[in-house]
């Protein structure tokens, strides 16, 4: 082999190590979690789902339970897993909350497959952080569906189950187009089909699943609700704007789309389904760089351009849409429809305290994350 195929060889080498290698400590690093003391148990779904066990599709479930009877919420985080202010949520209630009544189920990876890399040719950081009072906290910045690496090939064409409706080849990995799953089928069918056994077997009375959209999407800053949830969504929506200042509407959920949580859930069991997105100025396509700072600060010149020309669905200000408010609207919203859900069901009520949408933006997110260095080893956990 001549000198130049050698060189031309070591720099195919050099190229590939100098991105496999951040890839791999990525695929690897695992986010510490410090769960409120009110934490009861930490299980895998693949406990509704064998089949799951040992996969990249047995995620973590933390269970919290009241001293008090009542009903069950299972609130569902990182379908989407470039949707960061959706998991950032779960691990705020996961290492601050309490509960009065009933139970209160957590997954902060959903689609933990979507957390182990970042968008390809997206321009994403692999990891988001954020100041607290004792240092950066550091979470991984994901994809929207599972890895390739952990489901392929994909399809020319997607058929959903059991409707038969024609989905995009690139829906055969996302989680939320495979509802209500299948036990032998892709990986996300077998996901979802788990978590429906544990809605069914469990009982659970409602099912929250956290996004993020665009702003210049329709459907954001929203409550997706379908028939049956939907006088609780309303509620919930009257009382955040009258009472906590910041709007987030209701949209209906559409029969004629088959595999989304907010369709499927209530189709294919007895619990009342809503799906929360908050509006998100870095998954925008026209918004500049893709950094670390756009995702907790929201503000984009590109951004506030379009909102001067009408072209958005919320409002844009000089505050941006920032992590706190992102966050801390997903709680309040939460905890809202719990409450219309309670005084509708006494016998059912789900009572909870976690940080709301106030407290959240005047303090900053880092204020409620617990120092992992000053707490035993035996609380930690890692996702």
Request: with cysteine; charged share 20%.
């Amino acid at each position: 082999m001549s000198w130049y195929k050698w060189t031309m060889l070591g720099v195919l080498l050099l190229l590939l190590l100098a991105g496999g290698i951040p890839m791999a400590i990525q695929r690897n690093y695992k986010e510490t979690v410090v769960p409120s003391p009110a934490l009861t148990d930490v299980f895998k779904l693949s406990r509704y789902f064998a089949d799951l066990e040992g996969t990249i599709g047995d995620t973590n479930v933390y269970e919290f339970s009241g001293s008090e009877p009542g009903g069950k919420v299972l609130i569902i985080c990182g379908t989407h897993e470039s949707e960061v202010s959706a998991m950032l949520t779960g691990f705020l209630f996961i290492e601050n909350l309490q509960v009065q009544a009933g139970t209160v189920y957590v997954i902060p990876h959903f689609n933990y497959s979507g957390s182990l890399g970042t968008q390809p040719s997206g321009g994403f950081p692999m990891y988001y952080t954020f100041e607290t009072e004792w240092g950066e906290k550091k979470y991984r910045v994901g994809d929207r569906g599972l890895q390739p690496l952990d489901q392929w090939p994909d399809p020319d064409v997607f058929v959903h189950y059991p409707d038969g409706q024609l989905l995009s080849y690139i829906d055969a990995r996302n989680t939320n187009r495979s509802w209500p799953g299948r036990p032998n089928g892709l990986m996300s069918e077998k996901i979802t089909y788990a978590a429906m056994e544990m809605i069914r077997n469990e009982k659970i009375d409602v099912v929250i699943d956290l996004h993020e959209a665009e702003t210049m999407f329709p459907v954001t800053n929203c409550i997706v609700a379908p028939e049956d949830s939907k006088r609780y969504a309303i509620g919930a929506a009257l009382f955040v704007k009258g009472r906590e200042g910041f709007e987030s509407h209701v949209e209906p959920s559409p029969s004629n789309f088959r595999g989304l949580s907010h369709r499927e859930v209530g189709d294919y069991s007895d619990a009342l389904v809503f799906l929360l997105e908050a509006p998100c100025v870095h998954l925008d396509q026209i918004s500049g760089p893709k950094t670390n700072e756009l995702m907790m600060v929201g503000k984009d010149p590109f951004i506030e351009a379009a909102g001067e020309k009408g072209l958005l669905f919320v409002p844009i200000d000089e505050t941006g849409w920032t992590i706190e408010r992102r966050v801390g609207q997903q709680s309040s919203v939460i905890q809202e429809i719990l409450n219309q859900f309670s005084k509708k069901n006494p016998e059912r009520q789900i009572l909870l305290t976690v940080p709301k949408y106030a407290e959240v933006v005047e303090k900053g997110i880092g204020t409620f994350f617990q120092d992992p260095e000053k707490v035993a080893e035996n609380r930690i956990r890692y996702e």
